[in-house]
């Protein structure tokens, strides 16, 4: 080199011409020109020249070398580039399109007769720089179209030779990008690079050789790929996420057209629910990242995939809430465009347990009544269903009792959204044929005439809207009740519920139906509410407190229960208490209560409003009904009762001195002793803790004690049973000792204690245990006997 650049023009070029730097053709041009042979830069260093044809003419010596080199030239040399990467530089960094295309071509005809697939090291490093320099020209806009679709055309093909040269499970974090490169190219404006991504797209399935090449076939043979390669979009790979976020926007449509014609295409059930489940996972994640950008073609193809899916996410009820949570928060264009219609199409799909179909507002309303719903989402799907009113009016209400839940929301949008609901149900409800449905129309109307009270969320709207439909119609009570029937059951028809049992066909498990049971518990309590003379307990006990309790002991729903059906159970045990609301005036005409109340006025300040209530007081029912004996023994001796409702019966009911003293001690003898037997059965199983409080707060009498005591009236009562016995005379003693018959119970106990002590084989801890505690018993009462009632002390001392 220092000898080429010192020398003198003739000196220079035999030195040239001695290195093999000039070439025969360039000798005679120069001779004749006088100025002697060109001299050329060895190839490897021209590339670097400023100059165009110096470089391009340096990639043709290159080439002619590595032709020389053979093999070698594919070796990697730790002191010098390789030929494939020193081209491969080329096509990263040159300004020119002419040279990186000369480049790529190159590269390809390498990739194809020298690269060998053991050789993976350098495949894959190759592959990620061809997957870069994809991206590059794909953003460069300084070329003419038909130049820079042909440099595309070539990078597709040596990134699909790259891919078919490496492990993919070995390098699947790199195979991912490659899939989406090439599939991104699939639907482009240019033929040329369309048909060269279809041809990658099958060389990198494995497509055998003559196979024919269709753009169907290469979209097919991308969703072919491995299921971690489909997912790959939710994948970002830290060193190429720049310019994948790039290729995986470009490959959104023809990812979209090919899950569509998958979709579309025959193919047994559990293929079809495979490719939804892609499909869909791939939507959401689209409506997610891009939503407020598609296109307008974009978002047709969007929406032809979700509907494509619709019939299996309508065959999976259960998942509808984590299906529809990202579809209902996309923004106002693409939920117009796409979100609504795919909801409205599912809803129109969803069957019931026995194949009927359902009515989307069931659904809808479903959705919107649950607590993990956002309240964007709660408006949307209210909107939806408001929308579909008209079309389903022999349905609409279904949509009763969860739009009136709806109006207790705390959000002040979601009542303007419900409130419209209630208006558009009002008209259908006066409208139709069936006088029970038009009789709830007055519920509707009572509340949009009090439009204000609604939005600004009165508490007593609901109830006193209840009140006035049950004044005027004795059916609205019957025709309520069953409606929350199917509002807790999702089921969708009239006939599908009954006084008698909870329907279990509905669209939804029973346990799932969770916003169902929100809403049958909102208007349940506005019913009691409302008063005992409009709606009964005992009616409402009959058509939804017994058997929704019924249905719980006959199926255990122990398990998983949600937060709202324990709330619902809760409700109805308490229905067991007897204990009826009823308005004061009711029982002594007092004068209507003043309630104050104050709100946001006109003018931005307070306004005070006065209205004029009824206060409200209790009373109990008489007699006690014997079913809810029943339920109550039946609660306490069934293993598969959720905790919750054991619970609130016993603290809230049994534990309580009100219904001890106005339903306990009025029971017939037979149902308070039922009562009790299952306390203390209870006591020594698994459930001490639950029925021991309970037991201990009744006010049981000497005579029954003394009959639990009696071996000849009943069966022989167990130590642990004796024991309990006796603990609950020596707490109760006081009041026991003011009982006619303390004499008899003192004479029975002592008796028990004579047959522990006198006719026991032989005292064993659990004897002694139990004489222990009936003697603590005796001693208690004895002392709690009152001086003047002396005949039974002196009894009982003499004994």
Known sequence: TQGLLRSKRQARSQIASFLGLTTDSEDKADANNGNGPKLLLPPRVALEH????????????????????????????????????????????????????????????????????????????????????????????????????????????????SATKINHKDHLELVVPLVEAIGAFLLHSDADVAQAATKGIFQMSGAKKGSKVTDKGARHALLAQDSQVLHGFSRPNQDIAKMGQVLR?????????????????????????????????????????????????????????????????ASNPQQLSSTF??????????????????????????????????????????????????????????????????????????????????????????????????????????????????????????????????????????????????????????????????????????????????????????????????????????MQEAGEDVFPLLGRWSIVGQPLLQFVLQHDVSSNTSPTLLALLEHVTLMLKGQKVMKTSERNNLNPTVIIMSGPGGSGGRKRSYSFGKSTASDFLSPFPKGMVDMIVSILSTDNVPRQVRNALSEHILSSTSWGSNIFSKLEKKESERIISTLLHAMTQDLADVAEAAFFALPIACKEIGHLLDKKSTSDPSLASLTYIADYIGTNAQRLSTDSNVGDLLS????????????ASEVDEGTEFARTSILDALKAILDAVPPERGENRDSAFNR
């Open 50 to 161: 400023t100059d165009v044809e110096i470089r391009l003419e340096a990639i043709d010596r290159l080439v002619a070398e590595q032709q020389d080199d053979g093999d070698d030239a594919m070796d990697v040399d730790e002191e010098e580039e390789t030929i494939p990467q020193i081209l491969m530089r080329r096509v990263l960094s040159d300004e020119d399109i002419q040279v990186a295309t000369k480049a790529s071509k190159i590269l390809c005809d390498i990739m194809d007769k020298k690269l060998k697939p053991k050789n993976t090291t350098m495949s894959s490093a190759l592959a990620k720089d061809g997957l870069f320099a994809l991206y590059r020209w794909t953003e460069w806009s300084r070329a003419d179209p038909k130049s820079k679709a042909t440099i595309l055309s070539q990078l597709l093909h040596f990134v699909a030779l």
């Open 249 to 313: 926007r470009r490959l959104l449509p023809s990812l979209l057209k090919a899950y569509a014609e998958a979709l579309s295409a025959r193919s047994k059930k559990s293929e079809i629910d495979e490719k939804s489940k892609s499909s869909m996972s791939y939507c959401l994640w689209v409506l997610t990242e891009h939503g407020s950008n598609l296109s307008s073609e974009e978002r047709g193809l969007l929406l032809d995939v979700l509907n494509g899916t619709a019939a299996f996410v």
């Open 748 to 759: 029975t106990t002592f008796d028990k204690f004579l047959d522990l002590t006198i006719k």
């Open 325 to 526: 949570e990202s579809v209902l928060e996309v923004d106002e264009t693409i939920f117009a465009e796409v979100a609504s219609p795919f909801v409205l199409n599912v809803c129109k799909m969803i069957k019931d347990k026995n194949g009927a179909n359902v009515a989307s507002l069931s659904v809808l309303l479903e959705l919107a009544l649950r607590p993990t719903t956002s309240n964007k989402s709660i408006e949307r799907l209210v909107a939806l269903a408001k929308q579909t009113v008209p079309s389903e009016s022999a349905s609409c209400y279904l949509a009763l009792i969860p739009a009136l839940a709806l109006m207790v929301n705390s959000e002040t949008d979601v009542r303007k959204e419900a409130l419209g609901l209630i208006s558009v149900l009002e008209k259908e409800l006066a409208e139709s044929k069936e006088q029970e449905w038009s009789d709830l129309a007055l519920i509707c109307k009572h509340i949009t005439e009090n439009d204000s009270s609604a939005i600004m969320g009165s508490p007593s709207l609901l109830s006193q809207s209840l009140r006035l439909a049950a004044s005027n119609s004795s059916r609205v009570q019957h025709v309520l009740l069953h409606a929350i029937i199917c509002c807790m059951s999702c089921c969708s028809s009239n006939e599908s519920s009954d006084s008698k049992s909870i329907p279990t066909h509905g669209w939804l498990d029973f346990k799932d139906a969770i916003g169902g049971h929100f809403a049958s518990t909102t208007v349940l309590v506005g």
